[in-house]
Structures are given as structure tokens and as C-alpha cells.
């Protein structure tokens, strides 16, 4: 199986030891890793500012970077279902088909296909709170949602569990939005500045010292906040928690 | 002539300004949001449930011509006069004439949504009647002239002492008191009077059901039977989408609406209306007002299943944080963001980007609308139209030119970080960058992910 390793722009531009982490942890698991260098965006910012129209050179760019690929892993909730809901091609259908049905977030790709039950090497002694990212929940169901009566499950959770010596704190919103939101952030600056700090809050209130999540559009954004704040507590991607070995 | 709102953005930049009050307004409505949860705990099948009146609303909203006509025949044969209205103007005029004909200059009515959404207040008001709201949030809104916040509770954006000062200034209470029970005690002697000397009443309708031609109106204040019954004339005024096929659709519907609005199990009134009493008149007004365009509409027709129950706006973490004022429209929150822009769609450009996509709304929706999915599907709307502020669309131009050309963006992206190490005062300067107002910017890194791996498979293989 070939894996196309999807890394989002800001996280190739902004967090590239997100992307290191993310190689490292499928090559540890035997995973043949293929990064195609010219892909782009998944055009989300584009299509969810109301433009889904301009987002069709990315999604071509898209389809010719991952054809060869049987799979498409990627280190975020948000891009992965926009691809899933929205990769759209008129020259080749098919193939925007077959990658919407094979793309996956991290986290899913390691519990449901590679079916992770440990990961002896990894040790992280600190205390984490999970940010659970709204795409990731509530659009790729990487965890019930506290909306739902519905059991409780947590994808994210189950992985970092298998991390020895993590402790896991409990938030009273578990599942509330950061804010960040997308062009959100910057065009209803003043209530996305404000749930980000709410959601720094709850994570402080519960003596977090690493907050981590999914998706690193939602922990920029909280990390804005916590520097800002000069608060003495930092936001890794999970791969980086899983990958930790000190 | 109204005067243009301020948009969502700023009317909420300045609402959260007041960073205590914001906080206040939050845990409120997030208080409601968990006791909808509890209540929702309380009933195993809540998800079945869920699902059952969905269908119901699906298959009512597919044959919507035929209950109508069915309602219509079953009302006029229980003796109630049917009305129909293709907009606001029309249904106002129909009221106004029934107001007319009674020679009627007093009336009460219970909270309403779709006559806030005619502006049948101020319409009846320069004619002259005096309209007196008989829900308590609404009557407080209405002393302060001010639209309600939020659907089921009107003027949650108040505290006690606000209610205080307006009670002092409009109905005589002592200055400074603001003991809850005190003034509604107050509110309640002024209400009796309006109530006495009413000629007639106006309710709105939660249901209405075809097979049997009556309706019911939910309400924790009884205000809607008490108006209706000291009245010789009820009027009650309905949007079309409040059909329902059957009497025994009431069970689903009134299980999942109080739960849902305020985690009660029901209202404290559910109350039916079948036929006028002896000696009295009832009218029935089904109102369009955009409705039917919305039902052709295949990708927003399943928002007219919404049974309003304001569960989107409680858990809505932009609505909490903004106020219901900030959506500048009669139904604030989410779900007004889906329904406001059918109705105008310049007016209410910016509701469906007033919203971060979390779909948070759409779970604890009762009648499972697909509410974030509409408002992106809005946004695509908005943006094929060109209602769209010019700066966003030119913005994603240059994205696309961007993100299309892999060596312009590796390009830029070497660039862009360059710029941030060598100047990150210009990166973090807030009236450059919005997002530096409150938040500090990412530090860019030496080389991007791609730079790094070049290299490593330069080392391996070379």
C-alpha cells in the first residue's frame, strides 16, 4: 500500500516538525510514505469563503499529485473532510472519487486502518488536554459529540492513552469550537479571539501543560492566544505527542 | 425607512468589547444548552425521536399543497376563518382589516415569530392600535423598543437590574428594585389591565395539524389562552411550514421542542385551539413570505422544518458570544442565518459567515436540518451572486493563483517567511494584520516541510 503523506500549506510552511512527525510515526509503523513535493492546498480556504468555485486549480493540482497513491494520510481534520466532502473534478470523476473515498486524518488512518493497539516507544510524562477539533468530530466522527445520545468513543483519545506516562486532563467543554474557524479568524476577529481565549481558559483552569489535537489550524490558534498571554504552556500536534520518546 | 444595521462583524466586535458581559452572556445560554442535554439524557430513544420528526417535517414539507388544503377545509369546517397571505404586507393588511371590521384599537398577543418577522408591530402601531406583547421577554423588549435577542427567550441579553430600571421608568416600581419576583409581580398587574381591556388577541402557532384543522400554541405563561379567551377575537398567525399531517404527530413534536428550547419536558401550556367558543371569532393568516422559494430550493427547503426551538443559538459558540442583536435579523443565530438571506439576501449577506462551520447546531437540532452545511452552501450562493465584500473575493483570487502553481507557492511560502523573521513587528501589527489584535503570530520556522524533505532524500540518495 503507498501512502501519500498530505500535508497541509500552513503546516509545510508554518509547523514543518508536524509533517517530520507525521513521516517518522508511519515509517515506525512500516508504512511505504510517498510525499508528492508539488502539492498545494486542499482549497478549503477558498470554497468555505464562499468560493468553492475558485478552489478547482487546487483540486486538479490535488488529483495529479496523489494519483499514484492508494491512500492519502494527512495530519488534519479540517483539510481531510473538506477533500472527502468536496474534491470535486470535471476532467477526471473517477479519480476524485477514489481519493475522496481514500483519504484520511491521521489519527483514523492509525485506529481504524492500521489498527495501532500500542506504541511501546512512545513516553510523554505531562500533563495534556485534547482539543477535539469540530471538523475532525463532527465531520470525520473522530469522537462522539456531547450533542449526541450517543455511547462515548474518542479516536485521538484512544492513541494518546498508549503514550506511557501521559496524563490526560479532564476539560468542562470538551467539545467546544476554538474559534479559528478558517478566514473567520481575521474577518470576525473579535469572537474568534474570544473563543480561542475561552478555550485557553478551560485547558489552564485544569492544569494542562501541553495542549494537543488533530489540527494545528485550531492549536495556532490557541497558541496565538497562549503567547499572547505569555502562559507557560505549549500546543503539539498529536503526532508529536506519539512520536515523543523522552 | 429603516436605517442600514451594522454588520455581524462589527455589531459583534462591539458586544464583545464589554468582555464581562460577553462571559455572563455565555454561561447563560450555555447553562440552557445543558439542561437541554440533561433533559435530552432523560429519553432513550431522543436520537430515534430526532429522526422520526425529521421524516415527518420531510414528508409534511414534500406534501405541503395537500395538508394545506386540508388544514384549510378541516379549519373553515370547526368554524375558523382561513387567510392567506403571499408576503408580509398582505398579512399585515389582513390583519389590520380584521382589526378594522371589529372596530378593534386594543390588542395583546403572544410571542410570534413570524409577525416580528412581518413587522406587524410598528405597521399596526401607525394605524393607530395599540399592541401590547403579552410574553414577559417580549413586553420587556417592547418597553425598551428593541428587537428580541433570541426566539424563545426574548430578552436574555438583559439582567435583572436592566428589567428593574425599565419596570421603575415605565411602570412605576421603586427606583433600584430589582428583586425578580417583585417585578414580575409588576409586570403581571400591568399585564391583567391589558389583558381585560383587549378587543382582540393574537397568537402565533407551533403546530398545525391538517387532519383535525386546529392548532396548538406552546407557551410557559399561559398569556396566549388568557389573551385568546377574554377576547371576542383571535387571530392567529402562521407560517406555512407549521403544517402537520396528524393529531398524533404532536406527541413527537411536543416531546422534542420544550427538552430541546429550555430542557424543560414540556411547555407549561400546551395549548389547543379547535374552534371559535360561542359568541367568538377565530382566524387562521398562512403566510408564505418566502417560504415556497425556499421549498424550491433543493439544497435550503429542509430548513423549513424548523420547529423553532432556539436550540442552535444556545449551543452556538459565535451566537453566545455576540448577542442575538449582532444578527440584525428577526431569528438570530444559526438557523436566521440560513433563513434571512431567502428573504433578503444583500440585507443579510454576512449571517452565513458569522459562523465558524463547528456544526454543533445541526446536532442538537430536534428536526435534524443539516444547519452548517446550509451555511455553506450559502456561502457559495452569496459568492456566485457577488454579495460578497470585493476585498474576500480578490483575496481568494490570489489564493487560487497561488495554491494553483506549486512554484509560486514555494516561492511565496520562502518569501512569506522571510518577511516575518526579518520584520515580525509588520507581521504582528494589528492594523495589518487582524489577527494580531488578540493573538500572536506562528514563529516561521527556518525551512518549510517540503525544504526538509528534499534535503533528507538528497542525503539518502545522494
Redesign the interface.
Known amino acids: 500500500m503507498n501512502v501519500g503523506l498530505f500535508i497541509p500549506c500552513y503546516v509545510d510552511q508554518f509547523y514543518p516538525k508536524v509533517g517530520i512527525a507525521t513521516l517518522r510515526l508511519l515509517e515506525s509503523l512500516g508504512v511505504n510514505v510517498i510525499f508528492p513535493m508539488e502539492q498545494t492546498c486542499c482549497g478549503q480556504p477558498m470554497a468555505n469563503s464562499g468560493f468553492q468555485s475558485l478552489s478547482v486549480g487546487c483540486d486538479r493540482n490535488f488529483i495529479r499529485n496523489f494519483a499514484n497513491c492508494d491512500v492519502v494520510v494527512g495530519p488534519s481534520g479540517s483539510c481531510v473532510l473538506h477533500l472527502k466532502d468536496h474534491l470535486h473534478s470535471d476532467e477526471n470523476p473517477a479519480e476524485a472519487t477514489r481519493l475522496r473515498n481514500n483519504v484520511y486524518e491521521l489519527c483514523e488512518f492509525l485506529t481504524d486502518v492500521l489498527k495501532v493497539s500500542e506504541l511501546p516507544k512512545a513516553r510523554f510524562p505531562h500533563r495534556v488536554g485534547l482539543h477535539t477539533s469540530c471538523h475532525g468530530q463532527r465531520g470525520l466522527h473522530l469522537s462522539s459529540m456531547s450533542e449526541l445520545m450517543a455511547p462515548k468513543f474518542s479516536k485521538p483519545e484512544t492513541l494518546l492513552r498508549m503514550v506511557d506516562g501521559l496524563d490526560l486532563i479532564q476539560l468542562s467543554q470538551p467539545d467546544e469550537c476554538c474559534g479559528f474557524g478558517g478566514t473567520f479568524c481575521v474577518f470576525e476577529e473579535a469572537v474568534s479571539s474570544k473563543m480561542g481565549k475561552d478555550r485557553v481558559a478551560d485547558h489552564l483552569r485544569h492544569g494542562a501543560e501541553v495542549i494537543t489535537g488533530g489540527d494545528m489550524s485550531c492549536l495556532m490558534q490557541l497558541e496565538g492566544v497562549l503567547r499572547r498571554q505569555k502562559a507557560p504552556v505549549r500546543v503539539m500536534h498529536i503526532a508529536e505527542i506519539l512520536t515523543a520518546e523522552n | 425607512m429603516k436605517t442600514a444595521s451594522p454588520k455581524?462583524?462589527t455589531a459583534?466586535?462591539t458586544?464583545?468589547?464589554d468582555?464581562e458581559n460577553?462571559d455572563w452572556h455565555?454561561e447563560t445560554l450555555?447553562f440552557v444548552r445543558s439542561k437541554r442535554?440533561r433533559a435530552?439524557?432523560t429519553?432513550p430513544e431522543?436520537?430515534a425521536l430526532r429522526e422520526q420528526a425529521s421524516q415527518i417535517k420531510n414528508h409534511a414539507l414534500s406534501n405541503l399543497d395537500n395538508y394545506l388544503i386540508q388544514l384549510e377545509e378541516n379549519a373553515r369546517r370547526n368554524g375558523i376563518t382561513v387567510h392567506w397571505a403571499a408576503n408580509g404586507d398582505e398579512h399585515n393588511q389582513i390583519v389590520y382589516d380584521i382589526l378594522r371590521k371589529h372596530n378593534a384599537t386594543k390588542i395583546v398577543k403572544s410571542k410570534s415569530m413570524l409577525t416580528e418577522e412581518c413587522h406587524l408591530n410598528p405597521f399596526l402601531i401607525k394605524q393607530g392600535i395599540e399592541v401590547i406583547d403579552t410574553d414577559l421577554g417580549e413586553r420587556i423588549i417592547q418597553l425598551r423598543e428593541e428587537p428580541p435577542s433570541h426566539i424563545v427567550m426574548p430578552a436574555i441579553h438583559l439582567k435583572k437590574k436592566h428589567i428593574g430600571d425599565l419596570f421603575h421608568k415605565h411602570l412605576g416600581t421603586d427606583a433600584g428594585a430589582d428583586d425578580p419576583q417583585y417585578l414580575t409581580e409588576a409586570a403581571r398587574i400591568h399585564l391583567r389591565q391589558k389583558f381585560l381591556m383587549a378587543d382582540v388577541a393574537i397568537t402565533g402557532v407551533n403546530f398545525a395539524v391538517a387532519e383535525t384543522g386546529g392548532f396548538v400554541v406552546c407557551t410557559n405563561e399561559g398569556n396566549a389562552d388568557l389573551g385568546v379567551h377574554l377576547s371576542k377575537v383571535h387571530i392567529a398567525c402562521m407560517g406555512i411550514e407549521k403544517v402537520i399531517p396528524k393529531a398524533e404527530h404532536l406527541g413527537v413534536f411536543l416531546r422534542l421542542l420544550a427538552r430541546s428550547a429550555t430542557g424543560q419536558a414540556i411547555t407549561t401550556f400546551s395549548s389547543h385551539f379547535q374552534k371559535p367558543a360561542p359568541g367568538q371569532e377565530m382566524h387562521l393568516v398562512l403566510v408564505d413570505n418566502g417560504r415556497t422559494r425556499q421549498l424550491a430550493s433543493p439544497d435550503f427547503r429542509n430548513s423549513l422544518k424548523c420547529i423553532r426551538c432556539a436550540a442552535c443559538m444556545n449551543?452556538c459558540?459565535?451566537y453566545r458570544?455576540?448577542g442575538g442583536h449582532s444578527y440584525h435579523s428577526a431569528v438570530a443565530g444559526p438557523i436566521g442565518s440560513i433563513l434571512a438571506p431567502n428573504i433578503d439576501m444583500n440585507e443579510y449577506a454576512d449571517l452565513?459567515?458569522?459562523?465558524?462551520?463547528?456544526?454543533?447546531c445541526?446536532?442538537?437540532c430536534p428536526v435534524k436540518i443539516d444547519i452548517h452545511q446550509q451555511l455553506?452552501k450559502w456561502?457559495?450562493?452569496?459568492?456566485?451572486a457577488g454579495a460578497?465584500e470585493p476585498a474576500?473575493?480578490v483575496?481568494?483570487?490570489g489564493?487560487?493563483?497561488?495554491?494553483?502553481?506549486?512554484w509560486l507557492?514555494r516561492f511565496a511560502?520562502r518569501a512569506?517567511?522571510w518577511l516575518m523573521q526579518t520584520f515580525p513587528s509588520l507581521a504582528n501589527k494589528p492594523g495589518l494584520?487582524?489577527?494580531a489584535?488578540?493573538?500572536?503570530?506562528?514563529q516561521?520556522?527556518e525551512?518549510?516541510?517540503?525544504?526538509?524533505?528534499?534535503q533528507q532524500n538528497k542525503k539518502t540518495n545522494g
Open positions: 455581524h462583524a459583534a466586535e458586544f464583545v468589547r468582555e460577553t455565555n450555555w442535554d435530552a439524557q429519553i431522543w436520537e449551543t459558540p459565535v458570544r455576540s452565513p459567515f458569522a459562523s465558524t462551520l463547528c456544526g454543533s445541526s446536532n442538537v455553506y456561502r457559495q450562493v452569496l459568492g456566485a460578497v474576500k473575493k483575496g481568494m483570487a489564493m487560487d493563483a497561488l495554491f494553483s502553481r506549486p507557492y511560502g512569506g517567511r494584520n487582524p489577527w489584535i488578540h493573538r500572536d503570530m506562528p516561521p520556522p525551512q518549510s516541510f517540503r525544504d526538509w524533505y528534499a
